[in-house]
């Protein structure tokens, strides 16, 4: 079983470029979410997509964004890139649907480490 | 604001010991709590999860939750060199929203 792919794995981008980043979650998981972890503040919520509808969003500006598709397939995107949004940039994916299945945890992909210039 | 606090460490244990590491968290209303463990240049990887108050058991590992105390501790018994590792508690508090604490390294001695 596949688990959770991101690509690209490291990306080094200029200030002020935009990137995007993509996830393909495990097969027949519908929730993604995306974490950006550095040294400094550990893993920080940044938000979850469940049927192509963001349901949680964290306490990020609004240069972050991302979408689902309706294959489950996530795409990020940060646009205006500052030096201070270098990081590992983390998708995880969960069964957990709208009711139930609450005891399921994340599968994280391997990170895109992005570096900004 | 949402906190989740853990020991940075490095918490060092020999060989077969009993490691314990700790999480305290701000919001009574949380109601699901998982650790993850952390290789170094790798990503979190799902260890366990615990919803209701008591102690459970999963091989080597016992998660423990204590609600009222607002405290959910992972205790690893015959610690192993390949258990060294940095461990982050998450705790839920909204449905599918999750804190993580900044992860404890633990270090196991041959």
């Known amino acids: 079983k596949a688990g959770v792919t991101q690509t690209p794995r490291y990306l080094i981008k200029t200030r002020g470029q935009q990137v995007t980043l993509s996830c393909s979650p495990i097969s027949g998981h519908r929730s993604v979410s995306w974490y950006q972890q550095t040294p400094g503040q550990g893993l920080q919520f940044l938000f979850e997509?469940?049927?192509?509808?963001?349901?949680n969003k964290g306490n990020f500006p609004g240069r972050f964004s991302g979408r689902q598709f309706s294959n489950s397939r996530s795409e990020m995107n940060v646009s205006t890139l500052e030096l201070g949004d270098s990081a590992l940039y983390l998708c995880a994916s969960s069964p957990r649907g709208l009711l139930g299945q609450e005891r399921y945890g994340y599968t994280f992909g391997s990170g895109t480490r992005l570096t900004v210039v | 604001q949402k906190e989740v606090e853990q020991n940075s460490g490095p918490l060092s244990v020999p060989e077969g010991a009993i490691a314990s590491l700790n999480c305290t968290y701000s919001d009574r209303g949380s109601q699901s709590f998982f650790w993850y463990r952390q290789y170094s240049g790798k990503s979190p990887e799902l260890i366990m999860s615990i919803y209701s108050n008591g102690d459970k058991e999963d091989g080597r590992f016992t998660a423990q939750l204590n609600k009222a105390s607002q405290y959910v501790s992972l205790l690893i018994r015959d610690s192993q060199p390949s258990d060294s590792a940095t461990y982050l508690c998450?705790?839920?508090?909204?449905?599918?929203?999750?804190?993580f604490g900044s992860g404890t390294k633990l270090n196991v001695k041959p």
């Open positions: 998450a705790v839920e508090y909204n449905f599918n929203k999750f804190y």
């Open positions: 997509y469940f049927s192509e509808t963001q349901r």
